[in-house]
């Protein structure tokens, strides 16, 4: 119980980093219920949700810089 209560923390931990977290569960979602069905090309849009999970997990936000640029 406290190893799933663990990972459920570190996953909404990870999920707050991410610029489009809402977006990035929806395509995961989506790629897990496309290896389930059958399709007429196998594995060519298990590999570009693949994909695009992969680069919407990567994106994070842009971070605030400290000291905000003064304009001369």
């Known amino acids: 119980m406290a190893t799933r209560s663990l990972f459920m923390g570190w996953l909404l931990a990870r ?3 991410l610029r489009f977290p ?4 929806i395509t995961a ?15 060519a849009d298990e590999l570009l949700l ?3 999970s992969a ?3 990567s994106w994070k936000r842009h971070k605030a810089s400290a ?4 304009a001369t």
Do not use: M, T, Y
Not at 22 to 25: E, I, N, P, Q, Y
Not at 67 to 70: C, G, K, L, Y
């Open 55 to 57: 680069l919407l997990g």
């Open 29 to 43: 979602a989506l790629f897990v219920v496309d290896l389930i069905v059958p399709d007429f090309i196998p594995f």
């Open 67 to 70: 000291a905000p640029a003064r």
């Open 22 to 25: 809402r977006l990035f569960a």
């Open 15 to 17: 999920l707050a980093q």
């Open 50 to 52: 693949g994909l695009a």
